[in-house]
């Protein structure tokens, strides 16, 4: 079964570094596109990054170019989001996916505040 662990939230101050972190299970890690979501209360979880099964194509939303580069590490079955320059707007849950599986982790969140 596919299962989706991520790593790597917490508090920081706007401005800050993040760097989170999907451990992947249960699928052939390789041959998947994978991504990273977001969602706040209320509204619907967006995708903001995502990885082709072979590097390096990559798309960022709009949102976040510029400042969250998405990497993947298929030997190690992980795949990681880079976020700096972080502002009030990205707190949030993070999740990570392979957007063709129907399974989702728990998320981590993210809160930037001063």
């Known amino acids: 079964q596919e299962q989706f662990v991520e790593s790597g939230g917490g508090w920081v101050q706007p401005g800050g570094s993040l760097r989170l972190s999907c451990a992947a299970s249960g699928f052939a890690f390789d041959d998947y596109n994978l991504a990273w979501y977001r969602q706040t209360p209320g509204k619907a979880r967006e995708e903001i990054a995502w990885i082709a099964s072979t590097e390096p194509t990559t798309t960022i939303a709009d949102s976040v170019k510029g400042r969250f580069f998405i990497s993947r590490d298929n030997a190690k079955r992980m795949f990681y989001l880079q976020m700096n320059n972080l502002k009030s707007e990205d707190t949030a849950v993070y999740y990570c996916?392979?957007?063709?599986?129907?399974?989702w982790g728990h998320g981590t969140q993210v809160m930037v505040s001063s």
């Open positions: 996916t392979a957007p063709s599986l129907s399974a």
